[in-house]
């Protein structure tokens, strides 16, 4: 009977002990945001160009949401319209805008039980205005969480 | 005496010769066992979003070890404030398990060992709602269900012991290892059924087993004779003060 108490007091609080951690809630520490990564180059030679300065935008029914807006940048990082398949950016070089449409598909992405889900994208293709952007070529078409560039943008 | 006792370790083991000490055998019953896991039933009181019933099955094939088999149904629904997340569905193991406790020991009614089995979990998963905050704004969107099939190894240290003739109680420990969760790289389950947390390669935890069991078969089961050294000089160890351990320490068939 003693042996059979001792056992039943073990298991009691081995389950206990493994119930604790599901009880509590764990804090998000993983990046959640894909982005979708550029680099500047120079048309021609393709060396990293640095850009005076970069303003990235778009315009929508109620407002316009500004992505970057800063000097003295070789690349950019912006995300993608999640809830849609397609997302228009207007891009200003150097004081000169362009346009730049990206399609691509989505699909939905567990990061991990404390962070959520995320909205990972492909890029199926892109078309862009020329007033600055000599040529807008996909590098890598996965964006994700793993901070790989996407997109070679020669001026 | 340095030189008295030496002479004495050579004798010796020229001398010494391994002998059986005692032989016998024990009659052990072999057992068919059915339970189901009191813990799963337990843990809805701790943690609100499982429910997870199992059954198990295990017959001895000798008296160390059993075939083994259960089956579990579990359904899993957390709602948070980021996603909302449910599977069900039902998992299937098979292995064996091996009884360190020797039969002399055990006589068929406890047992201290590990089993290990293999998992095979059928399962349907669906995200009814996530949240998802960007530089876009915030939206929501939602996975549908879809059923996948999961694999996983399980390893389970833990104990049984008969309660009286024809209950036996136990608990055991689990590691369970992922193999697949069936579902891709993105859509890992929060709670795969049987398994636990896919996003997790291992997961860990324990069972209570209440199980009725009925014995079969018997068996008669050698028990391996201890063996020692014969030293027909005994004495003289005493009497150099020496010690003759030998690391055997067999009961003697002497009257």
Known sequence: MKRLSVIIFVAVITTLVMALPSCSVQPCYEETDPVMNTILLFSGTGETAKADSLRVYTFRESDTLRFINIKGVSSFSVPLDPANDESVFLITLNGITDTAVIGYNRKPHLVSPECGYTILSEITGLW???NIIDTLIIEN???NLDGQKNLHLFY | MARRTCIFF????LFAETV???????TVPLHIRAGFDISGPVMKFVTKDLISYGIAASADINSSLAATAGIRYSSYHSSDVLYDFMSRGLSF???A???LIKANVSHGRYSAGIGLRYGLSFYREE????RYTNGWGAGETSVPAENHIGHFMEITPGVRAELFPGVTIGWNLYMRLLISAGAGRDLKPVWMPGYGPGTSGMTTGAEYYVSLSIPYRKIKVYIKPKVRYS???EGEVTDTGSESGTGFSGFSNRP
């Open chain 1, 128 to 130: 862009t205005t020329h």
């Open chain 1, 141 to 143: 078409k996965l964006v």
């Open chain 2, 10 to 13: 050579i004798s010796l083991f």
């Open chain 2, 20 to 26: 059986a000490v005692s032989q016998d055998t024990v």
């Open chain 2, 93 to 95: 193991t098979a292995g």
């Open chain 2, 97 to 99: 398990d091996y009884n």
């Open chain 2, 127 to 130: 995200a009814p709602m996530l």
């Open chain 2, 231 to 233: 030293d027909e000089e």
